[in-house]
């Protein structure tokens, strides 16, 4: 049977893109200037992020996978060597040609390592290598790299959905899935963190994690809408705790709000709850994100769009 697929992304060529930037319009402003080759305004945006260690990854990850952006943070190393912040670019926007197959992974990894000796506070350097090997590594080196990201700042928001993703695609006895160690992760992370911290909705994350590996082994129909996985008791806990944390701590100044925005929805609509599947799709507005919506292996502009339209009515 094939693997899951890798990242959580759909094998097919989407028909339609996904900004990744989603509801930040002073990066989609530095994006736009640095395609144009004004990597000035990479640097103002990321000295005005400060050590926000959420949007700062948030940021340079955005950033680093445009075509030309290494090309770029190398001119702007070159006129700026002691630069922290070109740096961290640079190495992140490697990390993204090494898993597009335009450079090799000791080359990203150098670049990362470098980065992380200029900046040893920030945890970025450490979440582009998180990015690389949770790919391309051995199990012991995605440990060790998320608890260098923790360590620098314990409720990563990105390192933990990486963290999620990875664990979920650990194989478990048969018939144990219930008590599959993704599910035991997420809910300890939610628990370490405060009570206003996003990572609240990492549990629905592991679920729909588990979901994408088992669907795509046959285990999990390819609809995730009404099947057992969403409609079992675990699942009904997890969602309500989740949908409850965010009608009262919904945190909209967070980077990455839209990711648990998608996540939550998608749970919502398969749970089979649409009243407050709409109350999610009015806040998520145009922010789609691809996943879950891609999971197992679905476009998921046609299935964020039908799951959006079954809530609301058609648009």
């Not at 930040?24 to 103002?44: H, K, N």
């Not at 190393?77 to 000791?106: F, W």
């Not at 440990?143 to 260098?148: C, G, H, Q, V």
Request: charged residues 25%.
């Amino acid at each position: 049977m094939p693997p899951p697929p890798p990242l959580g992304r759909s094998r097919k060529r989407l028909a339609h893109t996904f900004d990744a930037a989603l509801d930040d319009p002073e990066l989609v402003a530095a994006r736009s200037a640095l395609a144009g080759g004004r990597w000035t305004a990479v640097r103002a945006l990321l000295a005005a992020t400060g050590d926000d260690w959420d949007r700062r990854g948030h940021r340079l990850t955005v950033l680093a996978q445009e075509p030309g952006t290494a090309a770029w943070a190398g001119d702007w190393r070159l006129t700026e060597p002691d630069s922290r912040d070109a740096a961290v670019l640079l190495a992140c926007a490697t990390v993204y040609r090494a898993l597009a197959g335009r450079t090799r992974p000791d080359v990203a990894r150098d670049a990362c390592h470098e980065a992380a000796v200029l900046a040893p506070a920030d945890p970025t350097p450490w979440l582009a290598l998180l990015i690389l090997e949770r790919t391309m590594g051995r199990e012991e080196d995605v440990l060790r790299l998320f608890d260098e990201v923790r360590h620098r700042h314990p409720e990563h928001h990105h390192a933990h959905h990486l963290m999620v993703a990875r664990l979920a695609e650990r194989r478990a006895e048969v018939g144990q899935d219930p008590l599959h160690e993704v599910y035991d992760f997420a809910s300890w992370a939610a628990e370490q963190a405060p009570a206003h911290s996003p990572l609240a909705i990492l549990p629905v994350v592991a679920h729909a994690e588990r979901y994408r590996v088992l669907a795509a082994v046959g285990s999990e129909p390819p609809d995730p809408a009404g099947c057992p996985h969403w409609l079992g008791r675990r699942a009904r806990l997890v969602m309500k705790a989740a949908f409850d944390w965010w009608l009262e701590w919904e945190r909209d100044d967070h980077p990455r709000n839209r990711v648990d925005l998608n996540f939550l929805a998608h749970a919502k609509f398969c749970e089979g709850r649409p009243a407050e599947a709409a109350a999610l799709f009015h806040r998520i507005g145009p922010h789609a994100t691809p996943a879950p919506w891609s999971y197992p292996d679905r476009d998921p502009y046609e299935a964020f769009r039908a799951a959006r339209d079954a809530a609301l009515g058609p648009s």
